[in-house]
Structure formats: structure tokens, C-alpha cells
């Protein structure tokens, strides 16, 4: 009923800049706060960076300054704009929204994952 796509991953040099877009589908009555997520397989997974209803903004201390998180409410969609990357950066990348499905009745929602390869 809800699905979250994601695009704009790929390889690209230290020092580049990426763009990550996810886009929300579906039925459901409002979108809450959005986020990305980074998931190397077998190691933890990392914030890295969410967006509230309203704009309101917070980073991890891994990308502050580097990354930035936009939303779109009337595309329903939520951008990544990765600058100054580095190697270590390289990961999957998921696209994470909380989403009232119905009256007062919210879900979490996930993204399929766009790899990110950074190369030195």
C-alpha cells in the first residue's frame, strides 16, 4: 500500500558529491518526519540524517556539514545531497518515513537501499 523508492546512487570520486532522492507512493494521510539511514551488511546501521514535518533538521556527526536533507511535501519525496565525499562514506543507503496510514495510525516505512561507492 505504501512503498519508498530510492535513486541517485552510484560510484563516484572522493571529494564529489552525490544525490540521493526517495520518493513516497501510496495511500496514506500524511507523511511525518523522514530520514536516511546507512547499512553496511553485518555492521550496524547509521543515521545519518532526518527531516521533520516542518523542515526541522538533524545530522550525523559523521556527514554535519558535508550532507544536507530537503523534503518536498507536495511531491512527497526527500533528497540527500552528499558533498565532499569520502571513502567511508560508501554504503547502502535507505530512505526511512514515518507515515500516518490512517487516523492516528502511523508506520514506519523503508526504502529498497541505493548503494553509494566512494572511491579514494
Known amino acids: 500500500q505504501v512503498q519508498l523508492v530510492e535513486s541517485g546512487g552510484g560510484l563516484v570520486q572522493a571529494g564529489g558529491s552525490l544525490r540521493l532522492s526517495c520518493a513516497v507512493s501510496g495511500t496514506f494521510r500524511s507523511i511525518q518526519t523522514m530520514a536516511w539511514y546507512r547499512h553496511t551488511p553485518g555492521l550496524q546501521r547509521v543515521l545519518v540524517a532526518t527531516?521533520?514535518?516542518?523542515?526541522?533538521?538533524t545530522y550525523g556527526d559523521s556527514v554535519q556539514g558535508r550532507f544536507t536533507i530537503s523534503r518536498d511535501n507536495t511531491k512527497n519525496t526527500v533528497e540527500l545531497q552528499m558533498d565532499s565525499l569520502k571513502p567511508e562514506d560508501t554504503d547502502l543507503y535507505y530512505c526511512?518515513?514515518?507515515?500516518?496510514?490512517?487516523?492516528?495510525?502511523?508506520?514506519?516505512?523503508w526504502g529498497q537501499g541505493t548503494q553509494v561507492n566512494v572511491s579514494s
Open positions: 527531516i521533520s514535518r516542518s523542515g526541522r533538521t
Open positions: 526511512n518515513a514515518d507515515i500516518e496510514v490512517g487516523v492516528r495510525h502511523y508506520i514506519a516505512y
